[in-house]
């Protein structure tokens, strides 16, 4: 036994096909959170963690999922890389647990019996096992291991069953020499296909001596509702009609929380202004923090939602098939069919969409999804969304029962999707000229979502979203309200009065501050925005919206907050405490005129959909295409066209009679 | 008056310091110097589109 008080160190990798449980099976063992989906290719970058087995501690690697080790991608390529030990930061494995899915055996097969020909030792760890055992399917244990001539164990992370005998098999086999149970037939005649015949004849006895599948159900119920929702009609129609379903329930059911939010930051705010002397402090903790950051936190409600659904799509395997119609589409334009994945996980975030492309071989492939996953609708772009429908569409409907809101919502994620599509295909004939591989996309079974799995995901969003309102939206909100509130101006009471009521008066030389509006209108975020104001004015955009869309290029929620300081830093005081809703609704130029209108507000969330405005997204562009060209174009060609198509809804609204 | 003043400049301050360290994480990100992502596996070879 050494210092750490185990007798000895291991690393142990997980290997397996995508989608076989490799995540959940290592969150398992290890008792760490990384995400899981039901759909190939969660797992990119390999992961880590400890587990303790009899004693021993081992260092657990999840690596990402892979049909095969002949390194044509790159996920492929790192797993290679570790398992021969070819990596300098990472030990060569001691032993692999091999995970298999049960329900697509022969497949997952193949790449044990390349794991084999490594010479580490392996164990095969049997998941899906109650999916397969559903479907009146038998398989023999005993038998398996036998032929394989290696430790075979049915686990199931969400029950723990076989994981402690996993960890006695892992145990036994380290310090082995596997015995590779066929022969490698590479002669001149069948060339280095003979390696691939000889190990998928090998499979295919396995499978007919170990596994019994029952033919009773000629047609599974699997089968036949993929038939409807794959349908290239019919699938489309339910996947509209799912979307609009969950984004109706959104805002029906945030609806209550996000008042009492928006009540208790307005409390709390009002709680401050009492508490403290009025003055500059006062002022920063409710006008810019409370403000700021509760303007934001109060669509946690919608967040938890969004993922609540997500989630449920996903781990059902409905997202999987909401893909390959999609899938058809994109290989229409010429988008790689890998490429669906990157897209769908860029609704939540760009970046884990951006770094999931790295499953795609091709390089040019691979660089034209990550130039249009920021087009794909994230959850920083639902609070602006949010806020605008809440504002100037809230209890509309369509045909008497579909939600206007739920439909305007639908609208930007089609748009968002659509203009991907476009760019997509102009890039795939242009600067990224190649053509699409072939592709077959698997498609999982369905299974009842785990609860575990969706919580996970939901508090793991809203713990990003909440560390994010604490730290960056803080941050922000801080200068922001600074940029607002300073330089302080201070005039004589005279010349207040002929700016005011235009009459002279001069005998009075006091000096008092200006009203809180015109302060604004003079701070150094007032001058920025009446600055760009001529650049915006033809969106109908004003200057404080201007001011909120420069602050909204660090991160897209921002427009919110600054919104919510805008107009709670130039209210007078002699004006009501209104929410932002209310206060956006009221909002003048200084001509009178609502500064917004339902045209304005479709604009700006036209803008939004296809701007970048992510500082974190560039970054991340940089780093996985090594080049400071293409985050530059991105952020060029999104935004020109994010300007135009604001431009043109502006314009087009106006010309055919909307306000 | 003038401690409430010293308490908000601070607190600027420290959020304009805090995002000074923000911005010079994303920098370092940005860096050239930087290889791709971690574990990408393209060896710094993002400039040229061999396929």
């Not at chain 1, 033809?538 to 602050?551: N, S, T």
């Given at each position: 036994m050494n210092d750490?008080?185990?007798?000895?160190?291991?690393?142990?990798?997980?290997?397996?096909?995508?989608?076989?449980?490799?995540?959940?099976?290592?969150?398992?063992?290890?008792?760490?959170?990384?995400?899981?989906?039901?759909?190939?290719?969660?797992?990119?970058?390999?992961?880590?963690?400890?587990?303790?087995?009899?004693g021993n501690l081992a260092k657990l690697i999840d690596l990402p999922g892979l049909y095969s080790l002949d390194a044509t991608s790159l996920d492929e390529q790192i797993a290679r890389d570790v398992i021969t030990g070819d990596r300098s930061d990472v030990e060569k494995p001691d032993a692999i647990i091999a995970v298999v899915d049960a329900t697509n055996l022969e497949r997952n097969l193949y790449l044990v019996t390349q794991l084999f020909e490594f010479g580490i030792p392996v164990v095969v760890a049997l998941t899906m096992i109650d999916v397969f055992e559903k479907q009146k399917h038998e398989i023999d244990i005993e038998m398996l291991a036998a032929l394989l001539k290696t430790p075979v164990v049915a686990v199931n992370s969400k029950t723990n069953r076989g994981i402690d005998e996993l960890a006695e098999k892992v145990n036994e086999v380290i310090g082995t020499t596997p015995v590779v149970p066929y022969t490698l037939e590479e002669t001149s005649e069948n060339g280095a296909h003979g390696k691939i015949f000889a190990r998928y004849k090998y499979i295919s006895h396995v499978v007919q001596e170990s596994v019994w599948h029952s033919d009773h159900e000629k047609h599974r119920l699997s089968e036949k509702i993929d038939r409807v929702l794959t349908h290239r009609f019919f699938g489309l129609v339910i996947l509209v009609a799912i979307l609009l379903v969950v984004f109706q329930t959104i805002f029906s059911w945030a609806s209550l929380p996000m008042d009492l939010l928006e009540k208790g930051f307005g409390a709390l705010g009002d709680l401050v202004r009492t508490s403290l002397p009025p003055g500059i402090l006062a002022d920063l903790l409710a006008d810019g923090i409370i403000a700021g950051v509760g303007g934001v936190v109060v669509f946690l409600p919608q967040i938890l939602l969004l993922f609540l659904f997500i989630s449920l799509l996903e781990d059902s395997g409905y997202m999987a098939r909401a893909a390959f119609l999609l899938d058809k589409l994109m290989s229409r334009v010429g988008l790689h069919g890998k490429a669906f994945l990157p897209l769908i996980s860029s609704f939540a975030c760009a970046i884990p969409g951006i770094m999931a492309t790295r499953t795609i071989e091709s390089r040019r492939d691979r660089f034209a999804t990550i130039l249009i996953a920021p087009f794909m609708s994230c959850s920083a772009r639902l609070p602006v969304y949010t806020l605008m429908i809440a504002t100037f569409f809230a209890g509309q409907t369509v045909l008497g029962f579909i939600s206007l809101g739920a439909l305007l919502m639908l609208a930007m994620y089609a748009l968002g999707i659509a203009v991907a599509v476009i760019v997509a295909f102009i890039l795939k004939r242009t600067v990224l000229k190649a053509p699409p591989p072939p592709f077959l996309m698997e498609l999982p079974p369905y299974r009842l979502p785990s609860l575990r799995t969706v919580l996970l995901n939901m508090m793991t969003r809203a713990w990003l979203f909440l560390k994010r309102a604490g730290t960056v939206i803080l941050a922000i909100s801080i200068i922001l309200w600074a940029l607002m509130y300073f330089?302080?101006?201070?005039?004589?009471?005279?010349?207040?009065?002929?700016?005011?009521?235009?009459?002279?008066?001069?005998?009075?030389?006091?000096?008092?501050?200006?009203?809180?509006?015109?302060?604004?209108?003079?701070?150094?975020?007032?001058?920025?925005?009446?600055?760009?104001?001529?650049?915006?004015?033809?969106?109908?955009?004003?200057?404080?919206?201007?001011?909120?869309?420069?602050?909204?290029?660090?991160?897209?929620?921002?427009?919110?907050?600054?919104?919510?300081?805008?107009?709670?830093?130039?209210?007078?005081?002699?004006?009501e405490s209104e929410t932002l809703i209310a206060a956006v609704r009221d909002a003048k130029t200084d001509d009178g005129r609502p500064v917004w209108t339902p045209l304005t507000a479709l604009t700006l969330m036209v803008f939004f959909a296809l701007a970048m405005q992510c500082m974190s997204t560039l970054a991340v562009v940089r780093r996985e295409t090594n080049s400071w060209g293409w985050p530059l174009f991105m952020l060029a060609y999104m935004t020109g066209l994010a300007y135009i198509a604001a431009l043109l809804t502006y314009q087009g609204g106006k010309a055919i009679g909307f306000q | 008056m003038m401690i409430q003043t010293v308490i908000v400049v601070a607190i600027i301050l420290a959020a304009t310091v805090y995002s000074v360290f923000l911005l010079a994480r994303k920098r370092r990100a940005f860096s050239a110097k930087t290889d791709c992502g971690n574990d990408c596996g393209c060896n710094g070879a993002g400039k040229n589109l061999t396929s």
């Open positions: 750490t008080g185990f007798e000895r160190h291991f690393t142990i990798a997980l290997a397996g096909n995508p989608n076989a449980g490799k995540t959940t099976l290592f969150n398992s063992l290890t008792g760490l959170k990384q995400k899981t989906a039901n759909y190939p290719g969660v797992t990119v970058e390999r992961k880590t963690g400890a587990w303790t087995l009899n330089p302080r101006q201070e005039v004589s009471s005279s010349e207040f009065r002929v700016s005011s009521s235009d009459q002279l008066e001069t005998t009075n030389k006091k000096l008092e501050p200006l009203p809180e509006a015109e302060q604004l209108k003079h701070s150094f975020a007032g001058r920025l925005g009446h600055a760009i104001e001529p650049v915006i004015e033809p969106l109908g955009f004003d200057w404080k919206i201007g001011v909120a869309l420069i602050a909204s290029f660090a991160a897209r929620e921002v427009l919110v907050s600054t919104l919510s300081i805008i107009y709670n830093v130039g209210k007078d005081e002699t004006e | -």
